[in-house]
């Protein structure tokens, strides 16, 4: 079965750091991989998604990850934190035979210190 | 274009009362989702349909949850009767196919639980 871990449940960046939220995944092939941004009281959004086209990602908001198949990761990056990227960040993984399959991590909350 | 609506956004009940969440999904997308999301964790799925059929619903605890989706538009999932522990964001969700076989799930709002 896919699963997803994301190391950190919560990580606080300063306005104008880099954010980096980490992601590995548990597969024997190489899954689609989907990082999801939820707002308080708001569904989830997708930021980018990987589906075996290029390695290097990029989304929505300055973000961006990288499929990195020998470490089984897909950490989401963004050069500068803004104070309105704080939020719930949660990585998803389906396999290709089932894309329609979402398999969530326990999520990451971001906070930006002003 | 209008997104994923739901409602009610609220909802709190006593518990083993019965209770109904409502669910339309973008026009066009036939696979329609139902998800559960506890505090400080992410969405787990609970039923999938594909048009008007539930293709996975292996994660339904069928004694108390039921979910319906008419004519392959909107959907009803019901809680009946509804415990401490439903207390949750049901979250529903829609997708298209897109090139490639890969799909992009959409998400509405939620519903947030109250079991009190």
């Known amino acids: 079965a896919q699963s997803v871990t994301q190391l950190g449940s919560h990580v606080s960046v300063s306005e104008g750091a880099l954010v980096l939220l980490r992601c590995n995944y548990s597969s024997s092939v190489p899954p689609y991989l989907f990082w999801y941004v939820q707002y308080p009281n708001q569904g989830l959004q997708l930021l980018l998604k990987?589906?075996?086209?290029?390695?290097l990602v990029k989304g929505i908001n300055g973000f961006e990850a990288e499929f990195k198949k020998s470490e089984t990761s897909f950490h989401l990056t963004k050069p500068s934190a803004h104070m309105s990227d704080a939020a719930e960040y949660f990585c998803?993984?389906?396999?290709?035979?089932?894309?329609?399959?979402?398999?969530f991590g326990s999520g990451t909350q971001l906070t930006v210190l002003p | 274009e209008a997104g994923v609506v739901q409602s009610p956004r609220y909802k709190i009940i006593e518990k083993k009362q019965p209770v109904a969440f409502w669910c339309n999904p973008i026009?066009?997308?036939?696979?329609l989702y139902w998800y559960l999301q506890n505090l400080g964790q992410g969405p787990e799925l609970l039923i999938r349909y594909e048009n008007e059929e539930a293709v996975d619903d292996s994660q339904l605890p069928k004694d108390r949850f039921s979910a319906e989706r008419l004519k392959g538009v909107d959907s009803t999932l019901k809680i009946q009767p509804a415990e401490l522990g439903d207390s949750a964001v049901y979250l529903c969700?829609?997708?298209?196919?897109?090139?490639?076989?890969?799909?992009?799930?959409?998400f509405g709002p939620g519903t947030r639980l109250t079991v009190t």
């Open positions: 990987y589906t075996s086209a290029a390695t």
């Open positions: 026009s066009g997308h036939n696979t």
């Open positions: 969700a829609s997708s298209l196919l897109l090139a490639r076989g890969s799909y992009e799930q959409y």
């Open positions: 998803a993984v389906s396999d290709r035979g089932s894309a329609r399959q979402l398999t």
